[in-house]
T-cell receptor, first 115, second 115 residues
Framework: KAGVTQTPRYLIKTRGQQVTLSCSPI?????VSWYQQTPGQGLQFLFE???????NKGNFPGRFSGRQFSNSRSEMNVSTLELGDSALYLC??????????????FGPGTRLTVL | AQSVTQLDSHVSVSEGTPVLLRCNYS??????LFWYVQHPNKGLQLLLK??????LVKGINGFEAEFKKSETSFHLTKPSAHMSDAAEYFC?????????????FGKGTKLSVIP
């Protein structure tokens, strides 16, 4: 079974631009979550989608948004990029349950550099 | 609110010696707890998880962790370190509630293995 895939793997943008990152979950997984990883803040939860609906959102400004399609693929968008948005963005997928023991499977991430 | 604290940001061991990575948790109820590993330029991989069954949990690659409620700890151990264990390790507490699911990560412990 193929794992979680993320595209592109690397991106370089300039301040003020916008960017869209894509995530394809493991087949059969309907929950997709996004995390931001930076050296200073560590791993922080961005949002979670299930059946095309955002179920939860972390403490990030409105410039960060996402969506999920009917095939469970997800995209996240960051508008008006700032230097501090430079990070590794990780996508994770899991089965649809809300149980606390659900395993999230992570993709390799998209490395975003904002100049 | 649930949280985890990883007590060491960096641990260095010699190849063949034991590994101990420390994690304390804070929760108002008995939590589930996970350990994830991240190799350089890779995504996160689940090592093991505690879900209120056996308190001693065995994971992949010879790692194990013991849930100790009296000490609010979930330390990760391995009897003998290999060079391939060099990576960053994250103690994680999952949260599910109000129709959502997310992971809260510790700050991470970078493990170096000296040949």
């Amino acid at each position: 079974k193929a794992g979680v895939t993320q595209t592109p793997r690397y991106l370089i943008k300039t301040r003020g631009q916008q960017v869209t990152l894509s995530c394809s979950p493991i087949s059969g997984h309907r929950s997709v979550s996004w995390y931001q990883q930076t050296p200073g803040q560590g791993l922080q939860f961005l949002f979670e989608y299930f059946s095309e609906t955002q179920r939860n959102k972390g403490n990030f400004p409105g410039r960060f948004s996402g969506r999920q399609f009917s095939n469970s693929r997800s995209e996240m968008n960051v508008s008006t990029l700032e230097l501090g948005d430079s990070a590794l963005y990780l996508c994770a997928s899991s089965l649809p349950g809300l149980a606390r023991q659900d395993t999230q499977y992570f993709g390799p991430g998209t490395r975003l550099t904002v100049l | 609110a649930q949280s985890v604290t990883q007590l060491d940001s960096h641990v260095s061991v010699s190849e063949g010696t034991p590994v101990l990575l420390r994690c304390n948790y804070s929760s108002s109820y008995s939590p589930s707890l996970f350990w994830y590993v991240q190799h350089p330029n890779k995504g996160l991989q689940l090592l093991l998880k505690y879900t209120s069954a056996a308190t001693l949990v065995k994971g992949i690659n010879g790692f194990e962790a013991e849930f100790k409620k009296s000490e609010t700890s979930f330390h990760l151990t391995k009897p003998s370190a290999h060079m391939s264990d060099a990576a960053e390790y994250f103690c994680v507490v999952p949260y599910s509630g109000a129709g959502s699911y997310q992971l809260t990560f510790g700050k991470g412990t970078k493990l170096s293995v000296i040949p």
